[in-house]
């Protein structure tokens, strides 16, 4: 066979069910051998929007996902959705052409050096230089991405390397002496975490993406409710714990809940759960959680002891650890505890429709989840819109949010929709985007339209770069420099503000759907949001509904950069709601 053909044999051997991937001239002859094969194949409408593709399609089920593209610009345009999945620990195997292994190192037409590029954002890497080492190659990549903590694993291949002969021979198993997770925790540190749960008056658990992609949603549950323990979570650790439950804090961090913020801020024991304390969770890390003991279970030994100092460090996968805890852990009730926290999450208001002119996106996504019944698939990509969907939307399952946290990608979220709907088919599946956000991958319309796939679309249409334009409110004056998305005619570059003699020239994103085959509508007023979501949610297409938000509407609580948890920035309105 040829490499090609080996190459796709390998991938089918694997069972591999979908490729999201770019033509072009370093892979055609890959392409040719797909042209027979059962594969599913998705061809995005930039690489980079591939790439988010089987990013969604990998979070949203567990599987591998897999792309493809050709060499030079088009390796280099999986970069940052590569450094995406990096920083999340998404299992991906991404595909790269290569200039003929002779011209290496030659600057020949569309040669770039993909391996050395994606170094830093990739868990491994290969260039292959023989014919007869595809198989094995394209086998360890899928067990490295897929084992231990997840990753992107990219591979790359001369076109000469294609075209040669050799014998297929898939291997079964892989030898990787010095690769070797540590899946089951040492049992006396588990035995020391009991008994540190065991004496502590005011425990939380903080649970992160780490405990999504173990499976361990059912453990973490009887762990809580066992010892009546309270939970929060970090972004990509959203649906590891039903935010219905009375134990669930939400979301912590920056934008987390009030109850969330000031119960870690007050905890005397944090249970730190395949999560990494990074900074958007932690703030100042001198104030954070200055009373507590920290049992961290993660299974890459590198994240423990990294951020904040760790009395129980236990390296191994979450969900078995807890499996093993879990009976050593005495049943308890904590009425005081609970209370206090009762106390704090009256704290927080959200803004009040009924006081507002134009629509807020708290409605917007609560009329969503009740639409849906929180049964919806969210993506979302990255901004206000996102700290709205991680807000607002009550999560209670595992892979039913999904967003770029650690890199914090722009134009993640729509593309991302596409691979989770091809994942998952019979689920619906919302895009939850802002205008800013949208324009990044907005040619992934073209995506959804010729594959048939029936993702809904919700932007919040605010005409800012609103996350950026929120601090400049805040901390700046005002001074709305480069965050304004309104077509600049006539406009100063800087702008002053909503509504202070500003042209309304906005793209017309109804029409640019249109234009790709995708219908959709404007909604502005707020008795029709109930009815435009319900014809989104019926509608066996794609659908646009381009929601006209309040412009100034921010995302509370905020916690500064490098500020304390403690120290939230709430709405200045919030007296008169509560109140109200």
Known sequence: MSGAEIFVKSLEAEGVEVIFGYIGAKVITIYDKLYDSKIRHIMPHHEQGGVHAADGYARSSGKTGVCIATSGPGAAN??????????DSVPLVAFTGQVPNTMIGTDGFQEADIKGITMPITKNNYIVNDVKDIS???????????????????????SN??????????????DLPGYNPTYKGNKLQIKRAAELINNAAKPI???????????????????????????TTTLNGIGIFDENDSLSLGMLGMHGS???????????LIIALGARFDDRVTGKIDSFAKNAAVIHVDIDPAEIGKIIKTQVPITGDVKSVVEELIPKVKKAKRPGWLK???????????????????LLPSEIIETLYELTDGKAIITAGVGQHQMWAAQYYKYSR?????SSGGLGTMGFGFPAAIGAK?????????????????????????????????????????????????????????????????????CPPQCSGPNQNCPEMIPDFIQVAKGYGIQGQTITNREDIESALKAAIESKESYLLNFMIEEEENVFPMVSAGGSLKDMILRKEQEKYANK
């Not at 999986?78 to 920083?87: C, D, G, I, R, S």
């Not at 595992?398 to 999904?402: C, G, L, N, T």
């Not at 895009?431 to 919040?460: C, H, R, W, Y």
């Open 78 to 87: 999986m970069v940052t959705a590569l450094a995406t999945a990096h920083m």
């Open 205 to 231: 658990i903080y649970a992160g993406g780490g405990a999504i992609i173990s499976g361990a949603d059912k453990e973490v549950a009887e762990l809580a409710k066992k010892a009546e323990i309270p939970v």
């Open 422 to 490: 091809i994942a998952n088919p019979d689920q619906d599946v919302f895009a939850l985007v802002g205008d800013g956000s949208f324009q990044m991958n907005i040619q992934e319309l073209a995506t959804a339209a010729k594959n048939k796939v029936p993702v809904k679309i919700i932007l919040f249409n605010n005409q800012y770069l609103g996350m950026v334009r929120q601090w400049q409110e805040l901390f700046f004056d005002k001074r709305y420099s480069a965050t304004c998305l309104r077509r600049q005619i006539d």
């Open 136 to 158: 094995r190659i394209i086998k360890e990549a899928f067990h490295i991405a897929s084992t231990g903590r997840p990753g992107p694993v990219l591979v790359d291949i001369p």
């Open 161 to 174: 390397i294609l075209a040669d002969q050799a014998e297929f021979n898939y291997p079964t198993t892989v």
């Open 258 to 268: 009030t109850e969330a913020n000031l119960a870690i801020t007050n905890t005397d």
């Open 340 to 358: 206090e926290i009762d106390d704090w999450r009256k704290i927080d208001k959200k803004a009040d429709p009924a006081l507002n002119d134009k």
């Open 398 to 402: 595992p892979r039913s949010f999904i």
